[in-house]
């Protein structure tokens, strides 16, 4: 069974980092792309950054970009997101999400369960 | 970027009743359109892809169409199980986009 479990969230000050991770499991996690999305509390989905399946193409939301790093370790099944210079803004349920190809296409399936993050002083 | 306007954003209806959801894109996007289904409290979960295609496992009652610039999702019959919020998603270019949800409730 293809599982995605993310990690790593919590309460961070503004202008603090946090790491979030997503432990894969039940597919050959170096041969698809995968992305974060995240939910701030009750309003929609947004697209935050996206990595290939070898990790040498990355993509990022211009509201990320410069402050957020994705990253992935193929060796661990781990797939990463280094989080810079939080704004409260940034305060969402961020969740990770498989990608059917070696790219980033957006057709997500599945997804992990999401990490709270707060950016809250 | 891509807008995707999705409406309603809210919607009661009846069990056994056919429901409809729409989304514009701001420009073609051809079928590279997905639906999402999100239950209170969980992650996403993949539908229908290629704005008409049923994921496996998905009931037969969903269903969508549309290209272009205009798309439907429908469910036919709704099922107290299918109270969630839907969305759509657009992946013709970065960066991705989605719709705002459409929150459905049982009358």
């Known amino acids: 069974e293809v599982q995605l479990v993310d990690s790593g969230g919590g309460l961070v000050q503004p202008g603090g980092s946090l790491r979030l991770s997503c432990a894969a499991s039940?597919?050959?996690?170096?041969?698809?792309?995968m992305s974060w999305v995240r939910q701030a509390p009750g309003k929609g989905l947004e697209w935050v950054s996206g990595?290939?399946?070898?990790?040498?193409?990355?993509s990022y939301a211009d509201s990320v970009k410069g402050r957020f790093t994705i990253s992935r370790d193929n060796s661990k099944n781990t797939l990463y997101l280094q989080m810079n210079s939080l704004r409260a803004e940034d305060t969402a349920v961020y969740y990770c999400?498989?990608?059917?190809?070696?790219?980033?296409?957006?057709?997500?399936?599945?997804w992990g369960q999401g990490t709270l993050v707060t950016v809250s002083s | 970027d891509i807008q995707m306007t999705q409406s309603p954003s809210s919607l009661s209806a009846s069990v056994g009743e056919r429901v409809t959801i729409t989304c514009q894109a701001s420009q073609d996007i051809s079928n590279f359109l997905n639906w999402y289904q999100q239950k209170p409290g969980k992650a996403p979960k993949l539908l229908i892809y290629d704005a008409s295609n049923l994921e496996p496992g998905v009931p037969s009652r969903f269903s969508g169409s549309g290209s272009g610039t205009h798309f439907t999702f429908t469910i036919s019959s709704l099922q107290p199980e299918d109270i969630a919020t839907y969305f759509c998603?657009?992946?013709?270019?970065?960066?991705?986009?989605f719709g705002q949800g459409t929150r459905l409730e049982i009358k």
């Open positions: 999400a498989k990608d059917v190809t070696t790219v980033t296409t957006g057709w997500f399936d599945p």
């Open positions: 998603q657009q992946y013709e270019n970065l960066p991705l986009t």
């Open positions: 990595i290939s399946d070898s990790g040498d193409d990355t």
């Open positions: 039940g597919f050959t996690f170096s041969t698809y792309a």
